[in-house]
């Protein structure tokens, strides 16, 4: 069953064409009424066509992020902020649809998280610059292939369940350490978390119980900055101000820094967050109830995927916990990319169920 009228789809290009051609935004700038218009009238195909191919969770959150993106204000960081979000759900679309072989991506995950510890051990060490290699040289900090700390971290706990495979899961020591080295134990959490849920799925009650304490001990004392303490204030103070305001569609897609350093600037004692270290709350705070509601269906459906696939939940447990800790698709794109490959490979399986 298609979810649109074949008559519907032959006369909408044109349709929306000479809408494109004729319609300008009310905005000074001529030009960039123009570049607005045409960026507007790919995002609404685009989205049209996913809910053709009925991928209706994608379509209706890159329309919500249109939307946001110019509502309640047109701002340059906006728009590059939807360019960028266009980018992630056309990536997520292609991989399912060209339906890679599963083993062969987790594989590739598992090379990329070796790399990762490998220049993690040769900058700790000052070995020598790993970064040598590709033509440029690092920033002199202890962050592998990302950018700090809290994402060194996070790429190794994204791509730790694709080890979960035979002998390959002998890697785990290596990627504690990894973890250890880069000293941000947000991945440490989610890695222990993944470890409890094996142990208590093979009936080790104990040894998970024991997990759990060691991880939650090692996490509450060495969290690397900004901390879960000042993490907290921060998200209530963005839940506070936002009710405050009595919105409902949000501050506007890629504004959370700009209402951050002018607002809540008190809660940083003079300084602002840059993002939230929160992917949910930092979505809410941008796009309003609109992301929660399909938050909430995106998530019932994953769930029903994965049910009897141990892996893709170890990779669920990763993607919340690096999700609640930092801003995922904000300051790192190779991370965002990881989640949005097991995302991907998630939504496959499914389609592939649904045959």
């Known amino acids: 069953m298609n979810y649109l009228n074949k008559k519907f789809t032959q006369y909408i290009i044109p349709g929306s064409l000479l809408f494109v051609l004729l319609f300008r935004l009310p905005m000074a700038n001529f030009r960039l009424s123009y570049e607005l218009s045409a960026t507007y009238l790919t995002i609404f195909l685009f989205s049209l066509y996913l809910f053709h191919k009925k991928y209706i969770i994608p379509a209706l959150f890159l329309l919500l992020c249109a939307f946001a993106s110019y509502y309640p204000v047109c701002t340059l960081t906006s728009i590059n902020s939807l360019r960028i979000v266009t980018i992630g759900i056309l990536f997520y679309f292609v991989i399912t649809e060209l339906k890679p072989k599963k083993n062969l991506i987790l594989n590739v995950l598992c090379i990329v998280a070796i790399i990762h510890v490998i220049f993690l051990i040769l900058q700790h060490f000052q070995i020598f610059d790993p970064y040598w290699f590709l033509g440029f040289k690092s920033n002199g900090s202890v962050t592998g292939l990302t950018a700090n700390r809290n994402e060194a971290s996070a790429l190794i706990a994204l791509c730790a369940p694709a080890f979960y495979r035979g002998k390959l899961s002998y890697f785990l020591p290596f990627l504690v350490m990894g973890i250890l080295i880069s000293q941000s134990f947000g991945g440490l959490l989610a890695v ?32 690397h900055a900004p901390g879960i303490e000042l993490r907290v204030k921060v998200w209530f103070a963005a839940i506070k101000f936002y009710f405050d305001e009595n919105l409902i569609t949000g501050f506007g897609l890629g504004h959370w820094e700009y209402v951050s350093r002018k607002y809540l600037s008190e809660v940083y004692e003079g300084g602002y967050f840059s993002r939230a270290h929160n992917t949910f709350i930092h979505s809410w705070f941008e796009l309003g109830f609109g992301f929660l509601i399909l938050l909430f269906f995106y998530v019932k459906k994953l769930f029903k995927v994965i049910k009897y696939d141990v892996i893709f939940k170890l990779a669920i447990i990763g993607i919340f916990i690096s999700c609640s800790s930092n ?29």
Do not use: D, H, P
Not at 194 to 210: A, E, L, N, R
């Open 192 to 223: 222990g978390l993944m470890v409890v849920y094996v142990f208590y799925q093979k009936g080790f009650k104990f040894q998970s119980i024991c997990t759990l304490l060691a991880v939650l001990v090692m996490f509450a004392i060495y969290i």
């Open 327 to 355: 801003s995922a698709f904000r300051i790192n794109y190779l991370n965002g990319l990881i989640i949005l490959i097991w995302l991907s490979l998630i939504e496959a399986k499914r389609r592939k169920e649904r045959c």
